[in-house]
């Protein structure tokens, strides 16, 4: 099954989320955990909207949706209050998101602002040891990054060290969002040799850890650490490198998500664009 969906601003709850990305040719979706003009995390619409959504998932129609951490969380921060509001708010969002079976929850790793990496694994790793819990429903999703400025997680070494310090049963629920801007402009390859990119994600972390895919073309060139998206094709990943991606074996069953610079109407032409060129 190929499930792929982009980013939308939750309308009519989750249930409702889901139809309208059903209109506009796609399959699951991506929304912001809290309204970034501020306020609260963003709950059901009502007792009825998981049950809904539920059963819609639970017949393959639609992937659960990925629920995506605000940018101003830093689990990384070198001011003790930045880390416990980071932890208080990502506890809350994953409790909220229990009612979802399937839920994705991605956040970026953070910023070590000269703390270094190792003082970085350790807050990370404490702080997820503390938020998860045995039998969640939702899995836990480390962003790949950039690697602007102290920005962790460019290296797939960093998410593995990271993943290797939570505690097992919870790691069972610890995987990895692959962003193809942010690993091209990490340093990776992923447009001239995407097969090889993911066979080093592999060795390095295991592919049974990636969940989700961010689907996304650069405005920079191969490791320029800028994180600038770009709209598929315009950019310097080749559209054969995405055709790649949506065709291969490794990333079957796995959603693939657009942050394109897109408004609703962009987005449901690369959805199209992108069902074209799936083969199977
Ligand atoms: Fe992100
Ligand atoms: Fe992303
Ligand atoms: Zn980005």
Same mark, same amino acid.
């Given at each position: 099954?190929?499930?792929?969906?982009?980013?939308?601003?939750?309308?009519?709850?989750?249930?409702?989320?889901?139809?309208?990305?059903?209109?506009?040719?796609?399959?699951?979706?991506?929304?912001?955990?809290?309204?970034?003009?501020?306020?609260?995390?963003?709950?059901?619409?009502?007792?009825?909207?998981?049950?809904?959504? /539920?059963?819609?998932?639970?017949?393959?129609?639609?992937?659960?949706?990925?629920?995506?951490?605000?940018?101003?969380?830093?689990?990384?921060?070198?001011?003790?209050?930045?880390?416990?509001?980071?932890?208080?708010?990502?506890?809350?969002?994953?409790?909220?998101?229990?009612?979802?079976?399937?839920?994705?929850?991605?956040?970026?790793?953070? /910023?070590?602002?000269?703390?270094?990496?190792?003082?970085?694994?350790?807050?990370?790793?404490?702080?997820? /040891?503390?938020?998860?819990?045995?039998?969640?429903?939702?899995?836990?999703?480390? !962003?790949?990054?950039?690697?602007?400025?102290?920005?962790?997680?460019?290296?797939? !070494?960093?998410?593995?060290?990271?993943?290797?310090?939570?505690?097992?049963?919870?790691?069972?629920?610890?995987?990895?969002?692959?962003?193809?801007?942010?690993?091209?402009?990490?340093?990776?390859?992923?447009?001239?040799?995407?097969?090889?990119?993911?066979? !080093?994600?592999?060795?390095?972390?295991?592919?049974?850890?990636?969940?989700?895919?961010?689907?996304?073309?650069?405005?920079?060139?191969?490791?320029?650490?800028?994180?600038?998206?770009?709209?598929?094709?315009?950019?310097?990943?080749?559209?054969?490198?995405?055709?790649?991606?949506?065709?291969?074996?490794?990333?079957?069953?796995?959603?693939?998500?657009?942050?394109?610079?897109?408004?609703?109407?962009?987005?449901?032409?690369?959805?199209?664009?992108?069902? !074209?060129?799936?083969?199977?």
């Amino acid at each position: 099954m190929f499930y792929v969906g982009c980013f939308l601003t939750k309308e009519g709850g989750y249930y409702g989320t889901a139809r309208k990305i059903l209109g506009m040719g796609g399959n699951t979706y991506q929304v912001f955990t809290r309204n970034p003009r501020g306020g609260g995390v963003l709950k059901a619409a009502g007792p009825e909207d998981f049950r809904k959504l /539920n059963e819609l998932t639970a017949s393959g129609t639609v992937h659960p949706p990925l629920a995506h951490a605000p940018y101003v969380y830093n689990p990384c921060a070198k001011d003790e209050h930045i880390r416990e509001f980071t932890r208080d708010t990502m506890r809350e969002e994953l409790e909220m998101l229990d009612g979802i079976n399937g839920a994705l929850y991605n956040f970026h790793p953070g /910023n070590h602002v000269g703390q270094g990496e190792e003082a970085a694994f350790v807050f990370i790793s404490d702080m997820l /040891n503390s938020i998860m819990w045995e039998g969640m429903n939702t899995y836990v999703l480390l !962003e790949t990054m950039a690697g602007k400025g102290t920005e962790m997680g460019r290296t797939f !070494e960093e998410l593995a060290e990271i993943i290797s310090r939570v505690r097992s049963p919870l790691r069972d629920r610890l995987g990895v969002c692959l962003d193809t801007c942010h690993i091209h402009d990490g340093g990776y390859k992923i447009s001239e040799d995407p097969q090889g990119v993911l066979d !080093e994600f592999d060795r390095v972390i295991g592919i049974e850890r990636l969940r989700a895919i961010h689907l996304n073309d650069s405005k920079n060139p191969v490791g320029a650490r800028k994180d600038r998206h770009e709209k598929l094709g315009d950019g310097y990943i080749s559209l054969e490198a995405v055709k790649y991606l949506i065709n291969c074996d490794d990333l079957e069953g796995i959603p693939f998500y657009l942050e394109t610079p897109n408004d609703d109407e962009g987005y449901a032409r690369e959805i199209a664009l992108l069902k !074209e060129m799936r083969t199977k």
